[in-house]
T-cell receptor, first 114, second 115 residues
């Protein structure tokens, strides 16, 4: 079965600093990978997704992620964070062919220091 | 266009009762998925419906059920509530039967508290 690990439960970053959130997945074939963000009291919003092709994908709000097959990783990055980026970030993996929904990581809580 | 709408947003039930949650997808979306979010287990897939048919189901007991209507609106029902059913229940819609492949648009959730 597929699984997703987000090793960092909490991350604190100063406003304006760069950010990298880690995500490792376990899946036998090429996965469908996603990053979602959840603000307090809100649902999840898709930041970006990777299906195939270029391993560096661009998303909304200035985020990007790089798929590294050799490391089974799909880390999320942003060159300069804003206070409004404080939220919960979830990495997710899905199978192709419409099976079993998405498997989410436990999430990383991002705190922005002024 | 309007997003995914879930009702009610908050509700409190007691053990043994049942609850029905409703989800209206984005107009034109025919796929609706349900997820349970708890602090301990995180986000877990419950089931997905497409064109009134359940296509996928997660690893939850039979007390959790759902259905989808011809207008793509969906309901989920939890019978014989247990304390552990306290959670945020999220509905997500998509324009096609996605399984794990498509972009999901999430509602704000229904927060269920079981006393």
């Amino acid at each position: 079965a597929q699984s997703v690990t987000q090793p960092d439960i909490h991350i604190t970053v100063s406003e304006g600093a760069s950010l990298e959130l880690r995500c490792n997945y376990s899946y036998g074939a090429t996965p469908y990978l996603f990053w979602y963000v959840q603000s307090p009291g809100q649902g999840l919003q898709l930041l970006l997704k990777y299906f195939s092709g270029d391993t560096l994908v661009q998303g909304i709000k200035g985020f990007e992620a790089e798929f590294k097959r050799s490391q089974s990783s799909f880390n999320l990055r942003k060159p300069s964070v804003h206070w409004s980026d404080a939220a919960e970030y979830f990495c997710a993996v899905g199978k192709g062919g419409g099976a079993d929904g998405l498997t989410f990581g436990k999430g990383t809580h991002l705190i922005i220091q002024p | 266009k309007a997003g995914v709408t879930q009702t009610p947003r908050y509700l409190i039930k007691t053990r043994g009762q049942q609850v029905t949650l409703s989800c209206s997808p984005i107009s034109g979306h025919r796929s609706v998925s349900w997820y349970q979010q708890t602090p301990g287990q995180g986000l877990q897939f419950l089931f997905e419906y497409f064109s009134e048919t359940q296509r996928n189901k997660g690893n939850f007991p039979g007390r959790f059920s759902g259905r989808q209507f011809s207008n793509s609106r969906s309901e989920m029902n939890v019978s014989t509530l247990e304390l552990g059913d306290s959670a945020l229940y999220l509905c997500a819609s998509s324009s096609r039967a996605t399984g794990g492949t498509g972009e999901l648009f999430f509602g704000e959730g229904s927060r269920l508290t079981v006393l």
